[in-house]
């Protein structure tokens, strides 16, 4: 009997699983960097829908976690912005990819970091190179997710790859400052 590709299910741990151990996942994602949601709404949340309670050792009590995490919120939101400074970006992107894999967070949720770092990258003649790297690796990681959801993804990774000036951005930072 073939299975379609919507009953499989893929399991991320942010940590080896003992055997025998119970296995919890997240509800509400308060530890993404891209969502604003704090780990008290997220808490509140599982209750009210769930009558889920946190345990003391969830990482939503984890205070150096949190502090981690929420430094990371913070760099996401200024990775972009009006009147950015792709430097700064990129540098802003690199640090944030590095506590992403320190927190060991989810690497599906680690694509829109990559991309943006594309998207940066690609701006300048002198970034290309780095901006071509991000969005090889945001291909081979959504190439890894066995999900219909990501074949879109993979194809215009793939694209952006073969012909980055595809990209609405592609050197934008060098055209507009060679008009100035």
Same mark, same amino acid.
């Given at each position: 009997?073939?299975?379609?590709?919507?009953?499989?299910? !893929?399991?991320?741990?942010? #940590?080896? *699983?003992?055997?025998? %151990?119970?296995? =919890?996942?997240?509800?509400?994602?308060?530890?993404?960097?891209?969502?604003? !949601?704090?780990? %008290?709404?997220? #808490?509140?949340?599982?209750?009210? #829908?769930?009558?889920?309670? =946190?345990?003391?050792? =969830?990482? =939503?009590?984890?205070?150096?976690? *949190?502090?981690?995490?929420?430094?990371?919120?913070?760099?996401?939101?200024? *990775?972009?912005?009006?009147?950015?400074?792709?430097?700064?970006?990129?540098?802003?992107?690199?640090?944030?990819?590095?506590?992403?894999?320190?927190?060991?967070?989810?690497?599906?949720?680690?694509?829109?970091?990559?991309?943006?770092?594309?998207? !940066?990258? *690609?701006?300048?003649?002198?970034?290309?190179?780095?901006?071509?790297?991000?969005?090889? %690796?945001?291909?081979?990681?959504?190439?890894?997710?066995?999900?219909?959801?990501?074949?879109?993804?993979?194809?215009?990774?793939?694209?952006?790859?073969?012909?980055?000036?595809?990209?609405?951005?592609?050197?934008?930072?060098? #055209?507009?400052?060679?008009?100035?």
């Amino acid at each position: 009997m073939a299975l379609s590709l919507a009953q499989v299910k !893929i399991l991320y741990a942010r #940590r080896d *699983i003992k055997k025998g %151990e119970e296995i =919890c996942f997240t509800y509400v994602g308060f530890d993404d960097v891209g969502e604003r !949601i704090t780990p %008290e709404m997220s #808490r509140e949340e599982l209750q009210k #829908r769930w009558g889920i309670v =946190c345990d003391e050792n =969830c990482l =939503c009590y984890d205070k150096k976690y *949190i502090q981690k995490l929420n430094y990371g919120k913070e760099l996401d939101t200024a *990775i972009v912005g009006p009147g950015m400074n792709p430097s700064v970006s990129l540098a802003r992107v690199n640090k944030l990819l590095e506590l992403e894999k320190e927190l060991n967070l989810l690497q599906v949720r680690m694509k829109r970091t990559l991309f943006d770092g594309f998207q !940066i990258g *690609i701006m300048r003649k002198k970034t290309m190179k780095l901006g071509l790297d991000y969005v090889n %690796e945001a291909y081979e990681l959504a190439k890894r997710i066995a999900h219909p959801e990501y074949n879109g993804l993979v194809k215009m990774y793939k694209m952006y790859m073969e012909l980055p000036s595809a990209h609405t951005v592609y050197l934008l930072h060098d #055209r507009f400052h060679k008009k100035c």
